[in-house]
């Protein structure tokens, strides 16, 4: 066991320090989860791109810079602690990114790689339909081949991104004979091609972050398909275990939150309640564990060690974290937590943190998924 | 930067894990809670592997190994239910008393009880030829504990330091871990065993998911308990924040493994008939030891509202 930083890996962390001082917005963007916010984080995302810090661990080939999982963890930490925006294109640095990259042809790679590092094209998830959610082996949109296309019918829902991104990517039944988890072909197209129609969704807060996505007869080359057909499901749980894993949250995300909490509390010391105080002491203390828990894991697997249902652990952690860090936070604005605006004029972060928190423990596998995946593969319960 | 055990460090806890399993099984448990609940040759057993020595220099006879490798054979002495004055002895006070003293201790001659004001009793006062942070009164009362196999004595006069307390919260903390293990273990097995409407219990996903849910506590746990091992190791100065983390962070463990498994085990739990209740006694009183919960939440509370202690995150691991 060495817990200490390299020099090398101190002056990585330096430069990544010297170059968010220098380009992180001082104002920060509108939510996300609107067009108007989505367009500014893409705009940023093409900054992050231009200093080449839009997708640090892919491998330099595809527009990355290669770096190892501490290395990944230092610029994580740099970026949140400069206040950077959350990611626009999340769901291709982590999700299709890595899945392109171990599944794609060369001429694949080189199609949609570079456009993703570069902030081009933004991507959407088409995972989910209306009968296959957390049961997503149940998924019955068709994608039927005629000649070198595919023609896909069907509706996916929950699709994060969708109601503003270029692309998406998704599971579609290939042989309709099949049924569960054969017969699932993965496959990547553009939201505008013809017969695709992106219904927004209205969330919690308002906003369309996500939309429905309806398939009629849309037809796609088969040279966007990713990995052999009836392939799909391996490619799609390989993109839900990174997705899982290591990186969708990094630690650093939660440790800014909970030093904002720390903050907020010595403003509002005076009137809070030993319960509120007690939850963002634990909010810290559970920061700092998923943190430690993240430089354990990586260690492991940059040692060898592959992720498996261990990314279930780390995903009930996080995502009940980030719920209770908010919630702690709302507590302490007591009155002024339902004001959308507070007294600064800054939108009330808090709120649309506690909201988004929600959504947490249901996506990319709820959490009872995830705890029937310890017991089963972890604990050794029957299935 | 790598936060992984090393090769030597591994072995040293599967090795201790394996004596442990052979040679202190629940059988064991139960004759000492029939008998006076010491046996001189447990001890000889654990002197024997060479345990007592573990944090006394070589020049002493010892294998003077550091707090990791120290809170590992802890973790073990928890999942075992060990309760010989081990931990004490040689993980807590060895690095406190003289080379002298050091020297008896590596070879089982002396065992040292621990005193301090944070507890209202001395664990083994009885067998012990040193107290440190306190006296040596022949005529200590015993106290009678909720777990069978502790030996307490009231305690009035203590001196006990800030050191002891640290390495002692430390070592606690990771028995702590080790008997949350040992008792979600017990639970699945038992889940495993138990046949209710025709399956396993544990087919059932009310109770796959309280396991889950400890299985996560334990989880996070297990490396905020090696890092303060490491800080104090190594002279942090948040060392002592970091060793009231783990505190707390095994206890919340500890506690949730014990109400969760009691409920898995339904009425069978709330008996002297299954094993389960050596572990979770344990617990209960080892949660209260060295600082409990609140103690250590106001420890934690004065380092990161103060603002003595910056909160930033690539903090986690300095020197400071």
Aim: aromatic letters at 8%; a negative charge.
């Amino acid at each position: 066991m060495e817990l200490n930083y390299t020099p090398e890996q101190q002056a990585f962390r330096a430069e990544v320090r010297a170059w968010m001082a220098a380009n992180v917005p001082s104002q920060s963007l509108k939510t996300l989860e609107g067009r108007e916010g989505f367009d500014q984080h893409v705009l940023w995302e093409r900054k992050l791109a231009s200093g080449n810090w839009g997708m640090v661990t892919w491998p330099e080939a595809y527009g990355g810079r290669g770096l190892d999982l501490i290395q990944w963890l230092i610029f994580e930490e740099e970026y949140w602690a400069a206040g950077a925006p959350n990611r626009a294109n999340q769901n291709g640095i982590f999700l299709l990114g890595p899945t392109i990259i171990e599944y794609g042809t060369d001429e694949q790679k080189a199609r949609f790689l570079t456009p993703m590092a570069h902030g081009e094209i933004m991507w959407a998830q088409a995972w989910s339909e209306p009968d296959a959610g957390s049961d997503m082996a149940a998924i019955r949109s068709r994608a039927v081949r005629d000649g070198d296309h595919y023609v896909i019918n069907g509706q996916k829902t929950w699709s994060s991104r969708a109601a503003f991104a270029d692309w998406c990517f998704g599971l579609f039944r290939t042989d309709g004979e099949s049924s569960r988890h054969h017969g699932l072909t993965f496959i990547l197209l553009p939201l505008d091609t013809p017969g695709v129609t992106v219904r927004p969704i209205r969330q919690l807060h308002g906003e369309t972050g996500f939309a429905e996505i309806f398939f009629d007869d849309v037809r796609v080359p088969v040279e966007n398909r990713l990995a052999d057909e009836g392939e799909g499901w391996k490619v799609a749980m390989a993109t839900a275990g990174f997705e899982r894993g290591l990186m969708l949250r990094s630690p650093a995300r939660f440790q800014a939150t909970a030093k904002r909490l720390v903050q907020l509390y010595d403003q509002h010391s005076q009137t809070a309640s030993p319960q509120a105080r007690d939850a963002v002491l634990q909010a810290w203390m559970d920061a700092e564990a998923y943190a430690l828990n993240t430089y354990s894991v990586a260690a492991q697997v940059m040692a060898g060690r592959k992720i498996g249902a261990e990314a279930s652990l780390n995903k009930i952690f996080w995502s009940e974290m980030d719920r209770a860090q908010h919630r702690a936070a709302m507590s302490l604005l007591g009155a002024a937590a339902e004001l959308r605006t507070l007294d600064d004029g800054e939108a009330n972060a808090w709120l649309e943190g506690y909201i988004f928190s929600l959504s947490g423990p249901i996506y990319a596998g709820s959490n009872e998924i995830q705890r029937n995946i310890v017991a089963e593969r972890l604990l050794g319960l029957p299935r | 930067m790598d936060f992984r055990l090393t090769q030597d460090q591994l072995e040293l806890q599967n090795a201790v894990r394996d004596y442990l399993t052979a040679e202190h099984d629940a059988a064991l448990l139960r004759r000492l809670d029939a008998g006076d609940s010491r046996d001189p040759a447990i001890w000889d057993g654990l002197v024997d592997m060479g345990l007592t020595g573990i944090l006394v220099p070589e020049d002493c006879g010892g294998l003077g190994l550091g707090l990791v490798e120290a809170a590992l054979v802890a973790i073990e002495l928890g999942r075992a239910n060990v309760s010989e004055p081990l931990a004490d002895t040689a993980l807590i006070a060895a690095p406190l008393t003289s080379a002298e003293q050091q020297s008896e201790i590596a070879t089982g001659k002396l065992k040292v009880a621990l005193a301090h004001n944070v507890n209202p009793w001395i664990a083994d006062l009885d067998q012990a030829g040193l107290v440190l942070g306190g006296t040596h009164t022949e005529s200590a009362t015993p106290l009678e504990s909720v777990d069978p196999l502790r030996r307490l004595f009231a305690s009035d006069e203590t001196s006990g330091s800030d050191d002891l307390l640290d390495r002692a919260a430390l070592i606690t903390a990771a028995q702590l871990l080790g008997i949350s293990e040992h008792i979600l273990s017990l639970a699945t097995d038992y889940a495993n065993q138990r046949v209710q409407f025709g399956q396993p219990i544990g087919k059932f996903q009310a109770i796959k998911h309280h396991l889950a849910s400890v299985a996560v506590k334990i989880e996070f746990a297990r490396p905020v308990l090696l890092r303060a091992a490491y800080a104090l190791e190594n002279n942090h100065g948040r060392a002592a924040l970091h060793i009231s983390h783990a505190k707390v962070a095994t206890t919340d463990a500890a506690m949730l493994a014990g109400e969760t498994a009691i409920q898995v085990h339904g009425a069978m739990g709330y008996t002297y008939e299954v094993d389960l209740h050596f572990w979770m006694k344990r617990a209960w009183a080892l949660a209260g030891a060295w600082g409990d919960r609140a103690f250590h939440i106001r420890r934690i509370e004065a380092g990161v509202f103060t603002g003595a202690l910056e909160t930033n995150h690539s903090n986690i691991f300095s020197k400071e």
